[in-house]
């Protein structure tokens, strides 16, 4: 009996966005914009302006009031309006929709409350959601629920607006007229979308996935179109995000993106600078980290981390000492401008205290000082800001004062929090820790997770460790996962509700770029095998065909992963390490009662 | 529920259901009925109840709640089994059936206690050493250590400086790295053989040049090396050791009751 099945081996364009993109399409959208300015000399052979448009990209037929996606989705897509108008909603727009969904959402906790008290349910998860929720309270605003309704069925099915001048009535918008873009925000730096978008009448909008993004950038002129519209648009949406700056007037938002300037620090696939740095000396690695902002220097402006992370630290002996780490829409430089604005009087003002740098890659919008003084300061309550530095370590003239070690001021000690940093896995979302001083090392876990995969576990119970905390080798769904940078056909997404990060074993071409771009050695490859469980080899060269391969989070069982309701000692649990908070309450001082 | 609330809950439960078969033992016998039968299918059912932990864990797929919270059940479960097990055995036992099943029970019941403490203590034990080690890849590691140690005697032999410290490895040090420890380390392992090489080792300083001092650093690590992999490994071995007799002895009464149960019913004249 055969154990292998021969298959051609799967190729970038195998599985295309959509089958339906017919040559007039294709023709036509050539001679529409942006494509129409395009050089297609810049594009390869292989990989060709018309190949491009043919295999990432579909069009959108839209009728009035259908949403395109909703703030809090995921998605790897950015749409360019081709034809009618799109609308997008800026503040958060609730549909009836969702409150049905909440009112069904009792009933299920109910019937949970009795399993509750069998469950075991450890109260780390509870502690960990619980303080989630209040460090993720996000700047909403009381607004009616949007009337809604769906049509067509299947893949089809599309949620719609009914009262769109309500709707506009309601909720700050701003429109997307024909040849602009709207959503390539989220598919390039892999985040949840940070608006809505419906359209506002009988549309046509070309959806391009980030794939086909990212070659279409090749050309100058798009390019420029896409940081255009950043500067236009979406910085203004960021700001209205920000906690901060929520009671601000629109004059006081004008005031802020004309002055405003962003930067980015560090390599947007940093993974192959991670991999370089691992086992260099702690100092060194610290000080090859781009400086964002440095102790002792003026504080000239606030700086808000758009994206990625960056790395709060002190200067401690010869050495720095990592206090935190910021991760999006966290603000440095608050408090030296504070002070300095409101509480210095006549003495000089104060420096930065501590120091900011980016792990990695970091998107950061400086406001200058003057402009937070004018446009900021006068509309924060006072109790959200903070409170005068009363002991500074660097002032101008005067020596520098060494802070002592003890950690009782900080949220997280210092061991952990630079293991973290140094590992990278602040990045982490869902990252599974197991507590060795509970662990039998019984492999429940790894059994639990082979059987619910087809007899292959997709973790391994080992990696690096920090006291009793270990931190086995399985994705972590990170915050920012590099692993989907390279993917060429777009096999490794994020879903679009829960944001893990899934692939999708139809399109993986096998082709090891998400493996090696893992920092953390979380993915795998496997012998692709069919629905009979025989493996697949290449027709032409005979060889094993590769997939790759990694923890899904058990996400078709609804639930906690299988590994983690096998667990016979509450040993194995999934910890939010972006959240600083969480990594307080679970992993810090006080270990489970 | 938080860890120390679950407990008090779980504690007062079993207290409860306790109180309440004591309760309705007593009423039975004020009026006259058969304690033993009440007793024992109590018994029974509770002994079925902690099958329930095995049939759970078989059920990986089905969402029946956490394992976690099942072995919970289980131990609270086992202890109310062992406290109705007492009310029911008539004091003495008579008979090699009779004796053979309640040693069966008392030997589940003393394992089952026994595994729960070791399943609480070992942890804590194997977290004590920096490296965790996967208990299939430890025999690896061992011949990786072995092989480098053996290498570093050999080496030290290439220096002109006497031949001690490579015929203390082939006295001491060699039987040490390619041997398996013994039942009784396995049981109860300690660092009494660690030590005692150390100190031997450290000994030698005296007699070694500068290089041999160095070789003697080396084999110091090696030994150190091979001690927490053998700590590991005992840990771990005794843990599963434990837990496969826990679950043959539980089979074994499984068996013995079925038997129990029809020879009750065929003497009452039931069967």
Not at chain 1, 541 to 560: E, H, M, V
Request: charged share 25%; aromatic share 10%.
């Amino acid at each position: 009996m055969s154990t292998a099945v021969e298959v051609q081996r799967p190729d970038r364009w195998d599985h295309p966005l959509t089958d339906d993109m017919s040559d007039e399409t294709i023709a036509w959208l050539l001679q529409s914009f942006p494509f129409s300015d395009m050089n297609r000399e810049r594009f390869s052979k292989s990989a060709s302006l018309e190949d491009i448009l043919r295999n990432d990209t579909r069009l959108l037929e839209l009728s009035e009031g259908d949403l395109v996606f909703r703030e809090g989705q995921y998605g790897g897509s950015a749409y360019l309006v081709l034809d009618g108008g799109i609308r997008i909603v800026l503040s958060q727009l609730q549909l009836d929709q969702d409150r049905t969904r909440k009112r069904n959402d009792w009933l299920q906790q109910w019937t949970k409350l009795g399993r509750g008290l069998l469950s075991g349910k450890s109260w780390r998860d509870k502690q960990g959601k619980r303080k989630k929720s209040r460090t993720q309270s996000k700047v909403t605003r009381t607004t009616k629920a949007a009337k809604s309704g769906t049509r067509g069925d299947g893949e089809n099915t599309r949620i719609f607006l009914q009262d769109i001048p309500g709707v506009v009535d309601e909720h700050a918008t701003s429109e997307v007229g024909v040849g602009e873009l709207f959503g390539e925000m989220a598919a390039v730096t892999r985040s949840p979308r940070e608006y809505s978008a419906f359209a506002e009448r009988k549309s046509y909008v070309l959806e391009i996935r980030w794939q086909g993004l990212k070659l279409l950038k090749q050309d100058p002129e798009f390019r420029k179109l896409l940081d255009d519209r950043y500067c236009d648009r979406i910085l203004k949406t960021h700001l209205r995000e920000t906690r901060l700056f929520r009671f601000l007037p629109d004059e006081s938002i004008d005031h802020i993106v004309a002055s405003a300037k962003l930067e980015s620090f560090g390599n947007l696939e940093w993974y192959a600078d991670y991999r370089k740095s691992v086992g260099k000396d702690a100092r060194a690695r610290i000080e090859g980290e781009p400086l964002i902002a440095e102790e002792g220097s003026y504080a000239t402006g606030l700086w808000i981390i758009r994206g990625g992370f960056a790395r709060l630290s002190r200067r401690q002996g010869v050495g720095h000492r990592t206090m935190a780490y910021l991760g999006k829409g966290q603000i440095f430089g608050l408090s030296e401008i504070v002070h300095n604005c409101w509480f210095a009087g006549d003495s000089p003002p104060l420096p930065f205290q501590e120091s900011l740098r980016a792990i990695g890659y970091v998107d950061a919008l400086c406001v200058p000082k003057q402009v937070v003084k004018d446009h900021v300061l006068p509309f924060v309550r006072r109790t959200e800001l903070p409170p005068p530095i009363v002991d500074p370590r660097y002032q101008f003239g005067q020596p520098v004062v060494d802070a002592s070690l003890d950690a009782a001021t900080q949220q997280v000690e210092t061991g952990l929090l630079e293991f973290l940093v140094e590992r990278r896995l602040m990045n982490g979302h869902k990252s599974m820790v197991i507590d060795t001083e509970r662990c039998t090392r019984c492999d429940d876990c790894v059994t639990a997770c082979a059987t619910t995969h087809q007899g292959t576990p997709v973790f391994v119970r080992e990696g690096p460790q920090y006291g009793s905390w270990m931190f086995p080798h399985a994705c972590m769904h990170c915050e920012d996962p590099v692993c989907m940078i390279g993917c060429p056909t777009g096999a490794i997404h994020r879903d679009r509700e829960s944001g893990l990060v899934d692939i999708n074993g139809q399109t993986c071409i096998g082709c090891k770029t998400c493996a090696e771009s893992c920092p953390y050695d979380n993915i795998r490859m496997v012998n692709a095998e069919d629905c009979k469980g025989r493996a697949k080899v290449d027709t032409n060269t005979g060889l094993p065909i590769l997939q790759a391969s990694k923890c899904d989070f058990c996400a078709s069982a609804r639930g906690r992963p299988a590994c983690q309701t096998a667990c016979p000692h509450d040993a194995l649990f999934r910890v939010d390490l972006s959240d600083l908070q969480q990594v307080s309450t679970v992993l810090g001082k006080e270990k489970n009662a | 529920m938080r860890g120390t609330q679950r407990r008090w809950f779980s504690i007062s439960f079993t207290l409860l259901c306790l109180a309440l078969t004591a309760g309705l033992l007593q009423f039975v016998r004020d009026r006259l009925g058969d304690e033993s039968t009440f007793t024992g299918w109590t018994l029974l059912s509770a002994t079925a109840g902690l099958y329930l932990l095995t049939a759970r864990k078989k059920m990986i797929r089905q969402r029946l709640g956490p394992v976690a919270g099942w072995l919970q059940m289980h131990m609270y479960m086992g202890v109310f089994a062992s406290c109705v097990f007492l009310m029911h055995i008539g004091w003495p036992i008579r008979g090699i059936f009779e004796t053979a099943l309640a040693s069966a029970f008392v030997f589940v019941a003393v394992s089952g206690i026994l595994l729960g403490v070791i399943s609480r203590t070992t942890p804590m034990r194997l977290a004590a050493i920096k490296q965790d080690f996967p208990y299939e890849r430890i025999p690896q590691m061992q011949l990786a250590v072995a092989t480098d140690a053996h290498e570093v005697a050999l080496d030290s032999t290439a220096f002109d400086e006497g031949a001690t410290l490579s015929e203390y490895y082939q006295r001491r040090l060699l039987p040490y790295f390619q041997t398996r420890r013994g039942f009784f380390y396995v049981m109860f392992p300690t660092g009494g053989k660690r030590r005692a090489l150390l100190r031997e080792l450290a000994d030698l300083d005296r007699y070694l040049g500068e290089y041999g001092v160095g070789s003697r650093k080396h084999l110091a690590k090696m030994v150190q090396a091979k001690d927490d992999l053998d700590y590991h490994q005992a840990l771990q071995k005794r843990l599963q050791l434990m837990f496969m007799a826990h679950v043959a002895l539980t089979w074994a009464l499984a068996i013995l009751i079925g038997v129990h149960v029809v020879m009750v019913y065929r003497f009452q004249g039931f069967m």
